[in-house]
């Protein structure tokens, strides 16, 4: 196992420890061995092979051995245990924003509350709120909680859902019999979150493809089964529903069931306008009777004749929002998207120096692999001590072992220097100017004091926005998809004054922050804010996250001349210059 997940094993202790109310020295014990381990320097494996581990300050003898346990066999029976000795309502009680473990053992201990919906009835009984230490406002925001959560858990991440779909797609295809199969719905729209799978399939005999799919890795439930229809639960709790068409009908199927719901709406009005009907099944002369097996006009067997049929150019999945997309394509004014290959390197990379996996030279060697001219680095800056952020002094010795990287010629990648710095709450920056003018660029991000009110927010980015030092904005809402809400703040203020200071808006390309948020794209590049699609890589894997990024940019309707990492590395440093 490596130092990032024993850490989280450590806090996972502490707080377990804490829910079951052990002795508060011990629960320090590992709260601190996991900061410490969490900000330590010298390699974990190293220490342990040395039998060193024992002589780090903040990791108490009962921790070495349990890390040591959990680093060579990436288990640990005292926290598997521990775990199994708490209710499991309690440790779901810990999800909700807000409840650490001293709290759910208070609320345990006071109102004997040991799941969720006990919880959700005490805050609404009143009994959460006469408790001390807890009053209305946390009351009403346990409420709140227990609700997000429950929407939470409808939906999937798309990068989850479409790593579940791949080879669902690819074992359809290569079934007998299905001449063609696709994905539908959501995912295929590149929407942020999905709901559920939608696989539509062309067959003339649907009852064997069904069978096959009901007994796919993974299904824990058939919850459908039908003549051309089946739906699948996983033990994720990610939903699939199959639908198995006559070939003719496939383009139909395929469209209809892509949506989204206000495209088919608009796409049905347009059709009706020229006399037809058009549903899943096909297009209809207008005055047949209903259920009439549809004539198609002149066989329409792809998206893009029933979009030529109706007088459009073909409009990509991601832009079926009904958000003008019809328009466009009738006036031929669609954008030309910009695509993964387009990309030439990225600037939001952490690296072990903060709390990243990969050193200079292995993310480096990464970029290379993914075929980019360049590589940004950015670690965090010290205010996010929790991330072991660098200082002035660290941050300038790694901007020296990035210029000596970059001289060495032993890459063809371009690194170039940056930071991920903190924006404070009165939005100042983390670091002092000469340090940031050493730098090639600068990203800067709040991690803090997420509840300010909107206008302090909105002040404290602006703020930051306008030093001379910012090149990006990154994640601007700090939100976490299906976990954390996004911060209040004024977007369309933090839009207006990027495009007045030319500072750039990231597209945070991390599956669970795709954020700044595809809707607002279209009207702010056209009014000239520009983009970076930033995986915010952890890890040299953690590179690859850009696609998402890719996703959202298209779902924004972003060209590529929007987006600053689709330059050559000659186009980056002109408009770095340009900024200062
Ligand atoms: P999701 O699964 O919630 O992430 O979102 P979708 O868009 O995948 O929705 P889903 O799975 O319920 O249905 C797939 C598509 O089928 C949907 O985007 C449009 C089409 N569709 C489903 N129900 C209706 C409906 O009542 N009216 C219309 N016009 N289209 C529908
Ligand atoms: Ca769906
Ligand atoms: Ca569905
Ligand atoms: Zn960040």
Same mark, same amino acid.
């Given at each position: 196992m490596n130092k990032a997940d024993i850490v989280d094993v450590l806090e996972d202790i502490a707080v377990l420890l804490e829910l079951k109310g052990e002795n508060p020295f011990k629960i320090r014990a590992y709260a601190t061995g996991a900061r410490v381990l969490e900000t330590m320097e010298a390699d974990l494996s190293e220490l342990i092979e040395a039998d060193k581990?024992? %002589? /780090?300050? %903040?990791?108490g003898s009962a921790l070495v051995e349990k890390i040591e346990t959990l680093h060579t066999t990436g288990e640990l029976p005292y926290y598997a245990e521990l775990r199994a000795s708490v209710a499991p309502g309690l440790i779901e009680m810990l999800e909700i924003p807000g409840l650490g473990g001293k709290k759910v053992k208070k609320l345990h201990d006071a109102l004997g509350v040991d799941t969720v919906d006990g919880l959700k009835a005490a805050c609404e009984s009143g009994g959460v709120e006469a408790l001390k230490g807890f009053g209305k406002k946390s009351a009403e925001k346990i409420l709140t909680g227990i609700a997000n959560r429950a929407a939470y858990a409808q939906r999937h991440h798309w990068w989850t859902a479409a790593e579940v779909a791949a080879p669902i797609l690819e074992g359809l295809r290569e079934l007998p019999g299905v001449e063609r199969a696709e994905v539908a719905g959501s995912l295929r729209r590149l929407k +942020?979150? /999905?709901g559920d799978l939608d696989f539509i399939v062309a067959s003339a005999e649907p009852q064997p493809i069904m069978d096959w799919f009901v007994t796919q890795p993974g299904v824990q439930e058939v919850t459908a089964r039908g003549q051309t229809k089946s739906s699948v639960r996983f033990d994720t709790g990610l939903q699939a529903d199959l639908r198995v068409v006559p070939a003719p009908q496939f383009a139909f199927a395929l469209h209809h069931f892509t949506g989204s719901k206000e495209h088919n709406v608009a796409l049905r009005q347009r059709a009706l306008a020229r006399g037809y009907s058009l549903s899943e099944w096909g297009l209809a002369e207008k005055g047949e009777g209903a259920d009439r097996e549809a004539e198609q006009p002149d066989a329409i067997s792809t998206e893009a004749e029933l979009f030529a049929f109706l007088g459009l150019a073909e409009i990509p999945? +991601?832009?079926?929002?009904?958000?003008?997309e019809i328009e466009a394509a009738e006036a031929q004014t669609l954008p030309n998207l910009v695509s993964s290959a387009a990309i030439r390197g990225v600037f939001h990379n952490h690296t072990?120096?903060? #709390?990243?996996? %990969?050193t200079i030279e292995e993310m480096a060697a990464a970029a290379q692999a993914l075929g980019w001219e360049y590589l940004g680095l950015a670690d965090h800056s010290k205010a996010s001590y929790q991330a072991n952020g660098l200082d002035e002094a660290r941050l300038l010795k790694q901007v020296a072992q990035i210029r000596a990287f970059n001289q060495s %010629? /032993?890459?063809?990648v371009h690194v170039f220097s940056g930071i991920e710095c903190d924006i404070l709450p009165d939005g100042s920056? #983390?670091? #002092?100017d000469d340090t940031l003018k050493a730098l090639d660029y600068a990203v800067m991000s709040v991690h803090s004091s997420f509840s300010q009110s909107e206008e302090e927010m909105t002040a404290r980015v602006i703020r930051a926005i306008e030093h001379p030092a910012t090149t990006m904005l990154g994640h601007p809402t700090g939100r976490i998809l299906l976990r954390r809400e996004p911060y209040k703040i004024n977007l369309q203020k933090v839009i207006d004054a990027a495009i007045a200071n030319r500072v750039i808006i990231e597209i945070n390309a991390n599956p669970h922050r795709l954020d700044m948020d595809w809707r607002l794209w279209r009207r702010a590049a056209e009014r000239g804010l520009m983009c970076s699609i930033n995986p915010d890589a952890h890890s040299t894997s953690g590179l690859s996250y850009f696609d998402a990024g890719v996703n959202v940019a298209r779902k924004g309707w972003l060209e590529q001349e929007q987006v600053l990492n689709t330059r050559d590395c000659e186009g980056v440093l002109q408009w770095f210059a340009q900024r200062r």
């Open positions: 581990l024992s %002589g /780090v300050k %903040g990791i +942020e979150t /999905v999945p +991601e832009l079926r929002e009904g958000l003008g072990t120096a903060s #709390d990243g996996r %990969g %010629g /032993v890459s063809p920056l #983390d670091l #002092d």
